[in-house]
């Protein structure tokens, strides 16, 4: 796994340590919730100077591609958009000359009594 998605999954049960730490406090010493704000921040500067420290040492790597874009494609693709920028054909069954209300397009088709 990858650092710094490690330290971001990290994140939100070591802010939870710090408040279950700072209840202890107030339960048994004289230090608040009022008075452990401070910490709170503290704490969250750490993290994210770990994680851009990560990044730092791991950059990102540069955009690419959409995923099931062929190469030779158009640039700029989007998911969804077909290769030439025309549709896919049409679907087994169906026929564009039938007539309305005779077609579904449901995955289960209907029952004939259902479609009156």
Do not use: C
Request: charged letters at 10%.
């Amino acid at each position: 796994m990858n650092q710094y998605l490690f330290l971001r999954r990290m994140r939100g049960p070591i802010m939870l340590l710090v408040f279950g730490v700072t209840a202890i406090l107030d339960e048994y010493t004289g230090i608040h919730y009022s008075m452990s704000w401070p910490l709170y921040i503290i704490a969250w500067g750490i993290l994210k100077l770990a994680e851009n420290a990560v990044l730092a040492q791991n950059p990102p790597l540069p955009p690419g591609p959409w995923p099931g874009s062929q190469s030779g494609s158009q640039s700029g693709s989007y998911p969804g958009q077909y290769p030439g920028g025309y549709p896919p054909p049409p679907a087994a069954g169906y026929d564009p000359n039938a007539p309305a209300g005779t077609q579904t397009t449901a995955i289960v088709p209907a029952h004939d009594e259902e479609r009156s």
